[in-house]
């Protein structure tokens, strides 16, 4: 049997293994510690000037404390892009709120500003203005986020972007998770850079950041004794793991390099076959971390997803199909959603391709024969 290609495996530098070690020798083993101060550090530094960093347990502790600052609670709508992962949706329903849930355009897949209009002012006709809108950079890729900063700024709604996905990406010249009033990142094991676990919370705002760290460890008032005025979260990043952050945060900008590496080396081999399609970044605003390579197979050739995902598994190669909207999920059968049936059509034809930065020449070979032998190319 071939060796297992996987979609996106953790990917680990130079540093990592002696800063864990560090951790150990000096006992740092906690929910805190310099590690994570540093981590918070590289993440802020990165990311630009002015902007402030929570390390947290998980992207989606993330985002479930950007909505509880923003005062989301139960009975309360908050708008989110149906094409993405259900953790951009859960938090919503962690609140008791209902998640209203808009479309994607063609060009990024990410949210249609037009559907998001429509969407707002139906909501504001029908007497509930959403507290939030979750806008997602599917795949490392931007939305439109002027247009959809404009639109949210209108309406006075604030914007948590899902940057989950899209750490290293940008959007004219401005990285993406500083563009919302808040944003969140992950460190899971597939993602861009990981710490075997484990988000961020980011803002320009300081008191939003600090208030996060405050909730995120117990909501904990300042008395010698347990005292508390506030539900608490256990939500804090372990200093262990916030040393593997430091050390992937000194590789990051390679990895960005070898993942559009391989976006670039599909594209180019798969070319020449008109049933297959990439998404491309529309124009030079848009800088994709291209995270995961996806593309688009249409029937034009006899060839659907399905046959060259199964072709891809008897190979032993992961792929997978792109993620399932969440208007379509059983568990969000009854919310509300405004769309025009693209989310869906990018659901039936579209596949995400290994996509890792510590991809072999002969991995990604492997992967390219196997596609062309389903065309018999
Ligand atoms: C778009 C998106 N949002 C949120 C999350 C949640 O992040 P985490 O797994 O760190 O909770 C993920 C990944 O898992 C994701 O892909």
New binding site residues.
């Given amino acids: 049997m071939n060796t297992k290609i996987w979609l996106s495996s953790p990917h680990m530098g130079t540093s990592e293994f002696k800063n864990v070690k560090e951790a150990f020798d000096t006992n740092w083993i906690a929910p805190l510690g310099p590690h994570v101060d540093g981590f918070e550090r590289d993440l802020a530094d990165f990311l630009g000037e002015g902007v402030h960093v929570a390390a947290l347990s998980?992207?989606?502790?993330?985002?479930h404390l950007a909505l509880i600052m923003l005062g989301v609670q139960a009975g309360d709508e908050v708008i989110c892009q149906s094409m993405?992962?259900s953790?951009?949706a859960n938090p919503i329903a962690y609140q008791g709120a209902i998640p209203v849930f808009v479309d994607s355009e063609d060009r990024t897949w990410n949210m249609s500003p037009d559907l998001l209009e429509t969407a707002i002012e139906d909501r504001i006709s029908k007497g509930k203005k959403p507290k939030a809108i979750i806008v997602?950079h599917?795949y490392g890729m931007p939305a439109e986020m002027d247009r959809i900063m404009a639109i949210a700024d209108r309406y006075a709604i604030p914007v948590v972007e899902?940057a989950?996905?899209a750490l290293g990406s940008s959007f004219k010249g401005q990285k993406l998770g500083t563009f919302g009033a808040m944003s969140?990142l992950?460190?899971?094991g597939?993602?861009i850079i990981t710490t075997s676990?484990?988000?961020a919370l980011v803002s320009n705002s300081e008191a939003f950041i600090k208030q996060a760290r405050f909730l995120a460890t117990q909501a904990r008032d300042a008395a010698p004794h347990y005292q508390h005025s506030h539900i608490g979260y256990n939500y804090r990043m372990s200093n262990v793991c916030a040393a593997i952050g430091r050390g992937q945060m000194e590789v990051l900008p390679d990895r960005v390099q070898q993942r559009r590496f391989n976006y670039s080396f599909y594209q180019e081999q798969l070319a020449a076959t008109p049933a297959i399609q990439f998404a491309g970044e529309p124009n030079s605003d848009y800088y994709s971390n291209r995270w995961l390579s996806t593309i688009l197979v249409n029937d034009s050739q006899g060839v659907s997803r399905e046959d060259i995902r199964l072709a891809l598994e008897k190979e032993n190669i992961e792929s997978r199909p792109l993620w399932k909207p969440m208007h379509l999920q059983p568990i969000f059968a009854d919310a509300p959603f405004y769309g025009d049936g693209t989310s869906e059509r990018l659901f039936d034809q579209g596949l995400c391709l290994p996509s890792g930065s510590n991809m072999t020449d002969e991995e990604r070979a492997r992967v390219i024969t196997c596609i062309k032998a389903c065309f018999s190319l």
């Avoid at 998980?58 to 985002?63: D, P, V």
């Fill in positions: 998980s992207g989606t502790a993330a985002l993405t992962f953790a951009s997602v599917l899902d989950a996905e969140i992950s460190f899971n597939n993602k676990g484990g988000g």
